[in-house]
């Protein structure tokens, strides 16, 4: 079986080091199709299983405002790789985990590698790892890229979450957005072109953040004034 692995994460936060520790520092070097934006691809082999990992441009977010994010976005969206990889800073938590939810909203099959786990210590931080597995509903490993450490745990992670997912959180955005979220969801379950390529409480959402790349998306949907009128 070949599992194929996105690795993902705001920028500095050691993708490049967990990327050539995973693939052994053998990657084919090529470009986005269209962009001026390096994609880079290797190959792992972990008990038998070939991994394919594919380092996506460093982001803080998954807006449509800039290129990288895009990029990182549409390879999710449309790719659909087993597993995503959501390197996260552990001295940086807080601003960190903005992506992962990003990426749980995304309906991505993520593994957190908590990475600069040795900064975090240093720093005094008593990171509750489990805890924070079970609120995610993924699992988190912390990591040491620079020493090699927690990697084989993190493909172990990778291997047993490409077998089957256990269940998506979602986020409450309270009340009022709740009820216009279910009411976009509605409407944009109607139309199957628009519902089976995304997942639509992400499409919801993003609709409401008034998303440009999603809203030229409602345009072409025949359910269009239905939606738009929600939104007004
Ligand atoms: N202490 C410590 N340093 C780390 C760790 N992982 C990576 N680093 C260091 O963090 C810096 C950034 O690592 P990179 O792998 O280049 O990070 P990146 O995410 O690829 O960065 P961009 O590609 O610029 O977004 C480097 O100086 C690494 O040596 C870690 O676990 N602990
Ligand atoms: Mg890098």
């Not at 912390?142 to 020493?147: G, I, Q």
């Not at 499409?203 to 939606?227: M, N, Q, T």
């Amino acid at each position: 079986m070949t599992i194929r692995v996105a690795l993902i994460g705001n920028p500095n936060v050691g993708k490049s080091v967990i990327f050539n520790a995973l693939t052994g520092g053998r990657a084919h070097v090529g470009n986005w199709p269209g962009k001026t934006v390096e994609k880079k691809e290797g190959i792992c082999r972990y008990k038998g299983e070939r991994i394919e990992v594919v380092d996506l441009p460093g982001t803080y977010s998954l807006t449509a405002h800039s290129i990288d994010e895009l990029i990182a976005r549409d390879y999710i969206v449309k790719e659909k790789p087993d597993v995503v990889i959501d390197i996260v800073d552990a001295s940086n938590l807080e601003r960190n985990l903005y992506l992962t939810l990003q990426l749980l909203e995304l309906e991505a099959n993520v593994v957190v590698a908590l990475n600069k786990f040795d900064v975090a210590e240093s720093l005094g931080y008593e990171i509750d790892v489990q805890e924070l597995s079970r609120i995610l509903g993924v699992p988190v490993v912390p990591t040491v890229a620079t020493e090699g450490k927690g990697l084989r745990e993190l493909l172990e992670a990778v291997v047993e979450s490409a077998k089957g997912r256990k269940r998506v959180i979602t986020v409450s955005y309270g009340k009022a957005a709740e009820e216009l979220i279910s009411k976009i969801e509605k409407a944009i379950l109607k139309d199957r072109g628009l519902s089976s390529r995304y997942p639509t409480r992400w499409l919801a959402i993003k609709i409401l953040e008034g998303d440009e790349e999603v809203l030229k998306e409602v345009e072409r949907s025949p359910y269009k004034s239905e939606i738009l009128e929600i939104i007004q």
